[in-house]
C-alpha cells in the first residue's frame, strides 16, 4: 500500500523560507516521477514542481523557478521541497504526489497522493 506523508508546512513571514517533506513507502519509487501540488483557497490545485526519482532531473513551473527546489533522498525514500523567499500568494496546502512514468503538470495522471500540509505566509 502506497503512502506519501507531507510534513514540514507552517506560518512564515514573507520573505522567509520552509522545507517540506514527503516519505513515500509501500514500493520503490525508481521509475516514478514525484511532484508538488498546491492549491489555494477557492482555486484548483496546481503543479508546483517535480523531480523524476531515478535521474534526478526536475521541473519547476514558472511561478517557483528560482525559488523553490525539489531533491530527493534515495535512502529516506523522501522527497524535499525547499521554498525560499516566500510570498503571501504562496499561501496554500501543498500536496505530495506520484505517479508512473515522468514529471507531468496534469493532476489527473498522479495515482498517488498525500493528505496536503498547510503553509502560510504573512505579509
Known amino acids: 500500500q502506497v503512502q506519501l506523508v507531507e510534513s514540514g508546512g507552517g506560518l512564515v513571514q514573507a520573505g522567509g523560507s520552509l522545507r517540506l517533506s514527503c516519505a513515500a513507502s509501500?514500493?520503490?519509487?525508481?521509475?516514478?516521477?514525484m511532484a508538488w501540488f498546491r492549491q489555494a483557497p477557492g482555486k484548483e490545485r496546481e503543479f508546483v514542481i517535480g523531480?523524476?526519482?531515478?535521474?534526478?532531473?526536475?521541473y519547476a513551473a514558472g511561478s517557483a523557478k528560482g525559488r523553490f527546489t525539489i531533491s530527493r533522498d534515495n535512502v529516506k525514500n523522501t522527497v524535499y521541497l525547499q521554498m525560499n523567499s516566500l510570498k503571501p500568494e504562496d499561501t496554500a496546502v501543498f500536496y505530495c504526489?506520484?505517479?508512473?512514468?515522468?514529471?507531468?503538470?496534469?493532476?489527473?495522471?498522479?495515482?498517488?497522493w498525500g493528505q496536503g500540509t498547510q503553509v502560510t505566509v504573512s505579509s
Open positions: 523531480i523524476n526519482w531515478s535521474s534526478g532531473s526536475t
Open positions: 504526489a506520484a505517479r508512473f512514468g515522468v514529471v507531468s503538470v496534469n493532476t489527473r495522471e498522479y495515482v498517488y
Open positions: 509501500g514500493r520503490t519509487f525508481s521509475n516514478y516521477a
